[in-house]
């Protein structure tokens, strides 16, 4: 009897616990994870994958002293899988179209349609490059981490992470010469041409 | 300056990523679906001292794994695990080939989430499920028109004419027209007024129209009203007319309906008749159309067609409609989610006795239950919505109607609980025509079901012969309109005793002598892959043998149709099947069998339609044409010399030789200001084919100029991969861009698109991979198809339509609100074609089902007509 009593208690802290930090930082990880993946879906799945991981380890396994960074990365790492396994599967969602064409009525049309496939091409990019260059381009650009902050979070230096940065960008701009040419003017040949 | 152009978009695009939100109810329903997962996995794995805290905590749990007891959780985090883990790598392949198989987990019975058929297939289900209550509750929907009308609201100056001269009307009154001539409306007038039927009718300005008393309504048939409409606009909702129809008369054209909703336009041009909801009946002159919701028709081809939107502009209720469409299909959705739909049928008894000479064979499933269960439903989510709520009280509290329709929801589910899993209609063929049907149905409680026939025939009077028993008494069944032969826990109905006695023998001898017949065995192995809806036909039974249009055609081996709908998993499938009796040929030849399709690599998964074939032998094709036109074949090959010797071009050999199998059409990107469309050829020789392109150029411009016109002009662009090509009308201004890639012409309007094309070809961003197209294809055991169709208009015009609305001014938010649940009420659709040896199927899945989609097909279409609107304005806007 007092032995159920303390599990129950054990596990009443464990929920208790675990809804803090569910609370506190489950938009910041679904944000994360919709921004990387472009998908409702996947935002979910991953949002459901980082906080599994932290019941099955426990609430404060891992979380240091900077639950947020760590949430942050693992939801980073966790999306940038997501778009790894759908290149596997060869299936890319089309989502992001949506919200694109409905929030921003001030484009004309065609530019819309030309940004929303710009927006596809670096997810699609970032999926297949390294993990590490993947999720400091992400910490970089899409969540607003100083390069300071970055190379402190990944143990690195601050020149490592430029460096990083500097050649993920040009493997982008690469990847969307065809799209920005056409979007910039229909009249243009791009790089495929 | 290229370089800076690039970052400039890169940062754009980057900047856009980091502003990307989830909409807020996506976020909401995310994040609650979620914590009631954690919340359950907490609950199931208790207490705290389970966590799983190292290695040894992970090696523990492989063998659980490998057996396949591990919850969801624990074995995703000791994948996690194993791939970080040589030693706990090693382990789990040892535990594997060390023996134990994981366990094949039972796959789960599928919930059917997606509905059958549409709402008006169901509702025939319901009259035969419910038992040939088709004869006896006639009266149930009667109405009782005495031609008169209840004035509700009058704005501005409206009259009723008599003998004595013009009154005004005001609100309350009623009018009898017996006395009243007509009933019209002033400049900037309008009225709005409710028949004894219960339909409601608004009235535009400067309109007269006259309703008929009931004596002329018996002249065209029982319980018929009519509306006739000397001149303007009227818009009526038509209330259910049970047995008989409502009219509306105009001028040119006699308009008949049955509970829906429309607009009726009449003017010295002619009439204009417009569908809302429903269907509507339009006779004029000797022409007769059927519409559905969104359509339209005139009667003289002086008069145009204009958008529905606009016909009905001048209607108080206009948004009112438009609203209340839209809350019914979110909540028609939900109950279709919410209902459990009978699962597929793997066995009959009804096949085996089904007449010998049966050449239509339509089986339906009981679904009484789950129309009774949504009917319920649907009264609880009214009660909930206020707009709902609001409509049902102004428009069917206390109305005859109401319980009429209470009162049908009541016997069909007494009825259909009494029958078995599905009710069968034969229809047999008697000296070369198709003869009334045999009903014929398993009975759970054939005591309960005799009982409830005869309360029914006592109380309502229906000529109907019942006959229990296993012996059929074979008496005069003239007089009667039914015979229904209630023998053991099997039901049959017919026309006459006659017919039964036929189905008698099959009873005796346990099966008919259909059984055996090629029919039959396709309807068999229907049943044994699993049978939703069927509707099957026996072709080569129905068609008689000398119709030379169908030789000429080569389709005079046409077998058998046969048409099934049925519920898999969470989609809803469509499969249309045409048979041959010897390997297809002639028309039915040319689509060629499943391959895979190079050409969809072209098409993005933004496209918003795309259609793709593969097609036998183009010149084998063009030939047949020639020759099904009336040409033979000789002269089709004397054409192509004559051809040669005029232009020297070989068409044989330098086109269509030139040309693969494959073709594909899409449009793909924004739709304005010039659609984005791109077409995809196979080619075999794209240097033979340029070639006679450019030839083709040269003898157009020849004729163009001895006409005096200027011609086309073909440039090239040299491009580091690819050599793009440009031919551009100079007299109209249009262009069409084309490449040759890896065996295929691409081409589109424009370069861009092109480019487009090719890149999203070579990052995999195609339609094939896209998430949508992928959650569209039917599952089945093929890997390709001969030809498929697919189309997201709501993903691409919804949103489409949202940002011109913005740009416009002319538009309000509540319109533009509307509008911009087209994309939540279209879902994506694929339909594909398998050409086989001696058939050709068709197949479509739906995700969405019937609740939804006859409300859905209003509001799409609304959508369309808004949609139209918006371009309207803002092209206006942007042009001025």
């Known amino acids: 009897m007092q032995l159920a009593m303390q599990e129950n208690a054990a596990t009443e802290t464990t929920a208790s616990s675990l809804e803090d930090v569910f609370r506190e930082h489950r938009q910041r990880v679904l944000h994360a994870a919709f921004r990387i993946t472009g998908s409702n879906d996947d935002a979910q799945d991953v949002l459901q994958t980082v906080f599994l991981r932290l019941v099955r380890r426990g609430a404060d396994a891992g979380l240091s002293d900077n639950p947020g960074s760590y949430l942050h990365r693992a939801a980073i790492n966790a999306a940038l899988d997501i778009v790894r396994s759908r290149q596997a599967a060869k299936a890319t969602p089309l989502e992001p179209l949506e919200p694109v064409l409905a929030s921003a009525p001030e484009k004309t049309p065609d530019r819309v349609q030309g940004s929303s496939e710009i927006r596809a091409v670096i997810r699609e990019a970032l999926g297949k490059m390294s993990p590490r260059a993947a999720e400091v381009f992400a910490l970089r650009y899409f969540e607003g981490y100083g390069n300071n902050e970055i190379a402190k979070l990944l143990g690195t230096s601050r020149s490592t ?26 009249k243009r040949f791009g790089d495929e041409s | 300056m290229r370089e800076k152009n690039l970052d400039r978009i890169l940062d754009q695009a980057i900047d856009e990523i980091a502003q990307d939100r989830m909409a807020p109810a996506a976020e909401k329903t995310a994040v609650d679906q979620v914590w009631a997962r954690l919340s359950q996995e907490l609950v199931e794995d208790g207490p705290a001292n389970q966590k799983i805290l190292g290695h040894e905590d992970f090696e523990a749990l492989i063998p659980a794994f490998v057996k396949g007891e591990l919850s969801g959780a624990k074995a995703m985090l000791l994948q996690d695990h194993v791939g970080e883990c040589v030693p706990c790598r090693r382990a789990l392949k040892n535990a594997r080939t060390g023996g134990g198989r994981k366990p094949v987990v039972a796959a789960r019975a599928p919930r059917s989430a997606a509905a059958v058929w549409g709402w008006r297939v169901a509702a025939a289900a319901i009259v035969v499920v419910a038992l040939i209550g088709l004869d006896i509750k006639t ?13 509700e609201r009058v704005q501005g100056k409206v009259f009723q004419v008599t003998d004595q001269g013009t009154e005004p009307i005001r609100e309350g009154d009623e009018l009898s027209f017996d006395q009243v001539q007509a009933l019209r409306t002033g400049k900037d007038s309008n009225v709005m007024f409710r028949m004894s039927d219960d339909s409601f009718v608004e009235v535009d300005e400067r309109t007269e129209l006259t309703i008929y008393n009931k004596k002329k309504f018996w002249q065209r048939g029982r319980g018929d009203g009519l509306i006739n409409l000397r001149r303007g606009s009227i818009i009526v909702e038509a209330s259910p007319q049970g047995s008989g129809h409502l009219f509306v008369e105009t001028a040119d054209a006699e308009i008949t309906v049955t509970g829906t909703v429309f607009a009726v336009n009449s003017g010295v041009k002619g009439s204009r008749v417009s569908v809302i909801e429903g269907s509507v009946e339009v006779d004029h002159g000797r022409k007769r159309d059927s519409l559905r919701p969104g359509e339209q028709t005139t009667t003289t081809r002086l008069l145009g067609h204009t958008t529905i939107e606009d016909e009905i502009s001048w209607s108080r209720n206009k948004l009112r409609h438009l609203s209340l469409l839209a809350e019914a299909t979110r909540v028609a959705r939900e109950i279709e989610l919410a209902l459990d739909w009978p699962g597929l049928r793997y066995e009959t008894t009804l096949l085996d006795l089904a007449p010998a000479d049966t050449v239509v064979y339509i089986a339906i499933p009981n679904i009484s239950e789950q129309i009774g269960e949504g009917y319920e439903m649907l009264q609880s989510k009214i009660s909930e919505n206020e707009l709902l709520s609001n409509w049902w009280t102004d428009e069917m509290s206390g109305t005859e109607a109401e319980t009429s329709i209470a009162t049908f929801m009541e016997d069909l589910r007494a009825y259909g609980a009494a029958i078995g899993d599905e009710v069968v209609l034969a229809l047999p063929q008697r000296n070369g025509e198709v003869s009334d049907p045999v009903i014929m149905a398993e009975l759970r409680d054939p005591k309960g079901f005799s009982a409830m026939v005869q309360a029914d025939m006592e109380e309502h009077g229906a000529k109907i012969m019942l006959i229990e028993g296993d012996t059929l008494v074979t008496q005069a069944s003239s007089g009667y309109e039914m015979v229904l032969w209630v023998r053991g826990d099997i039901l049959v109905a017919a026309n006459d005793v006659e017919r039964l006695a036929e189905i008698a023998v099959g009873l005796d001898a346990g099966r008919s002598a259909f059984h055996g017949s090629t029919f039959h065995s396709k309807l068999e192995q229907l049943y044994s892959d699993g049978a939703g809806w069927i509707i099957a036909a026996d072709l080569s039974t129905l068609i008689p043998d000398d119709q030379q249009e169908l030789e000429t055609l080569g389709l005079a081996g046409l077998q058998h149709i046969i048409a099934e709908r049925k519920v898999k998993g969470e989609q809803t499938e469509n499969r249309l099947v045409v048979t041959f009796d010897q390997p297809r040929e002639g028309l039915a030849s040319w689509l060629a069998e499943p391959a895979p399709m190079g050409a969809l690599d072209f098409v993005s998964g933004n496209a918003s339609f795309a259609a793709a074939f593969l097609m036998r032998d183009p010149s084998l094709v063009v030939e047949e044409l020639f020759a ?28 269509l030789a030139a040309l693969g199998g494959e073709f594909a059409i899409a449009f793909d990107g924004p739709i304005v200001p010039v659609p984005s469309w791109k077409l995809i050829l196979e080619v075999y020789d794209s240097a033979r084919l340029q070639a006679t392109f450019e030839q083709m150029v040269d003898l157009i411009n020849e004729q163009a100029a001895e006409a005096g016109i200027k011609g086309l002009e073909m440039r090239e662009h040299g491009g580091r991969r690819n050599t793009f090509y440009e031919i551009t009308s100079l007299d109209v201004g249009l262009s069409v861009h084309y490449t040759y890639v890896d065996g295929y012409m691409v081409a589109g309007s424009s370069i861009g698109l092109i480019n487009r094309a090719l890149a999203n070809r070579r990052n995999g961003i195609t339609l094939v991979n896209s998430g949508r197209f992928q959650r569209a294809l039917p599952a089945d055991a093929q890997v390709h198809f001969s030809a498929v169709v697919y189309q997201d208009l709501g993903s691409v015009l919804g949103p489409l339509a949202r940002t011109l609305g913005a740009m416009t001014q002319n538009f309000s938010q509540d319109q533009q609100a509307i509008l911009g649940q087209f994309a939540e009420n279209v879902d994506p659709s694929v339909t ?19 609740l939804s989609s006859t409300l859905g097909s209003f509001l799409r279409f609304n959508s369309l007509v808004g949609m139209q609107e918006l371009l309207t304005h803002a092209a206006g806007e942007l042009g001025g």
Request: glycine share 10%; hydrophobic share 40%; no cysteine.
């Open chain 2, 628 to 655: 099904m036109a009336g040409s033979s074949a000789g002269s089709f090959g004397s054409g192509i010399e004559e051809f040669k010797a005029e232009t020297g071009i070989d068409l044989q050999d330098d086109f």
């Open chain 2, 832 to 850: 594909v074609a398998y050409g086989e040896l001696d058939r050709i199927v068709f197949v479509n899945t739906q995700q969405g089902g019937i």
């Open chain 1, 161 to 186: 992470i430029n460096v990083i940065l500097h050649r993920t960008r040009n493997k982008l701009r690469d990847e969307i010469a065809p799209y920005a040419d056409y979007d910039s003017n229909p």
């Open chain 2, 139 to 151: 009266d149930l929907f009667t109405i009782q028109a005495e031609g008169l009308i209840q004035i």
